[in-house]
Structures are given as C-alpha cells and as structure tokens.
C-alpha cells in the first residue's frame, strides 16, 4: 500500500526537550515538506526539501530542524528554541514541487507540558 | 503578507443544495491553484486543482472557477451532502510548495 506515514499519532514531552518527528513515504516522491496548524491559521510551510540531501526553510522555520539523507524519510525535530511547539504537525509529499498536489499524512499531534 | 486568502472562516449550506468556497490571492504570478478538504485530526485530502491556463475545472460534485482578472478562485460543491462537513483549504502551488489559506469550516446542515 503507498503512503505517507507520520508517527507516532500523539506525543508528549517536557519543556526543554527536543523531540523528532517521523515522516516516511513509498511513492517514490522526491518533494517532500513539513507544515504545523495552529487553530484558525490554516497550514503554515516548516521546511521542504526537493531533492535528498538539500532542504530549503519555510515560512515558521525558526527553532526547527530537518534532515533528508534518503529519499523517503524527512523527519522534523522540534527544538527547545521553537517558542511554541505544541501544535498538529503534517508531513506531505510530492512528485515535483510545482504543478502536482501534495499527498499528507495522518499527522502528529505534538503537546508540550 | 498573507498570499492566499479565504475571508469567511465558516459557512452553512443546506443539504442537497450548492456550497461555494471563495479565495483570493495576491500575486499574478502564481500558475496553479489546489483545494484541500480536511476533517479534525487528520491530512488533508486534495480535492481539486486548476492552471492559470483554464477558467475552470471540474470532477464529478465539485468544480473550481478561476478568475485571474480578479485573482479570485471558488469551490462549487453541488449537491452538497453530509460528507462533506469540513474545513477547506485553498492554495496555490509554486517551486516552494503549496501555500495555503487559513481554511472556512463548511457546515451541512439537514
């Protein structure tokens, strides 16, 4: 079955702690990308990457990191520097990055206490 | 600087009759529009998209218009069923991904 999966569905931490979200897919896409929702802001861009090894900043990327060493996986760690980190986090992926939708995953909804 | 925009952040429809999700966007540049549905908890799922090079799109209950005079886009949903409670996003596509509107809630209601 091909998809996009983000685990786990719910998280928990501590303030201070850094924490690494997963995101894996088989679609054989090579664009990948990381949004947060925060009630009544609709979907805002972390970070994507078109291409392993390279990723580009979004528009919230400040206190977050990314990596992309293989294709299918773009896991997103939410440091201790992201002001506030509780939020429902999804991943997507795309065939290209222009002119193709994006295909999402169930997301992961991060509580920080 | 918000570049897509959807004004009504909520809007109720009676079933069976026609839902019409408005967006507006900044730049004439921007080549390629996709409308998203999402319920609570989950992804969201792609609905339907458009290319500035057409007016208008349409797959089965939904249709998108597209008007680049006026940098305005609209869902057309009829008939308007029960499935169909959800937030909708609007957004455009461009090299650094899709940038979306803050969402309008579409309720039916019975």
């Known amino acids: 079955d091909g998809g996009i999966t983000q685990s786990p569905k719910y998280l928990f931490r501590k303030e201070g702690q850094n924490v690494t979200l997963s995101c894996e897919q088989n679609?054989?896409?090579?664009?990948m990308y990381w949004y947060r929702q925060d009630p009544g802001q609709g979907l805002r861009l972390i970070y994507y990457?078109?291409?392993?090894?390279?990723?580009q900043k979004g528009d919230i990327a400040e206190g977050y990191s990314v990596s992309r060493e293989k294709k299918e996986s773009f896991p997103l760690t939410v440091t201790s520097a992201q002001k506030n980190p509780t939020a429902f986090y999804l991943c997507?992926?795309?065939?290209?990055?222009?002119?193709?939708?994006?295909?999402f995953g169930q997301g992961t909804r991060l509580t920080v206490v | 600087d918000q570049q897509v925009k959807q004004n009504s952040p909520s809007l109720s429809v009676q079933e069976g009759r026609i839902s019409i999700l408005n967006c507006d966007y900044t730049?004439?540049?921007?080549?390629?529009f996709l409308w998203y549905k999402k319920y609570p908890a989950e992804g969201p799922t792609f609905l339907i998209s458009?290319?500035?090079?057409?007016d208008k799109n349409e797959d089965g209950r939904f249709t998108v218009f597209l008007n680049k005079s006026a940098k305005h886009l609209s869902l057309h949903i009829v008939p308007s069923q029960p499935g169909d409670s959800a937030v909708y996003f609007c957004?455009?596509?461009?090299?650094?991904?899709?940038?979306f509107g803050k969402g309008t809630h579409l309720i039916i209601q019975p």
């Open positions: 997507a992926s795309s065939p290209r990055t222009v002119g193709y939708e994006a295909f």
């Open positions: 679609l054989n896409h090579d664009a």
């Open positions: 990457s078109q291409i392993v090894n390279d990723f």
């Open positions: 730049n004439s540049m921007f080549d390629y």
């Open positions: 458009i290319s500035s090079i057409k």
């Open positions: 957004a455009r596509g461009g090299a650094d991904g899709l940038t």
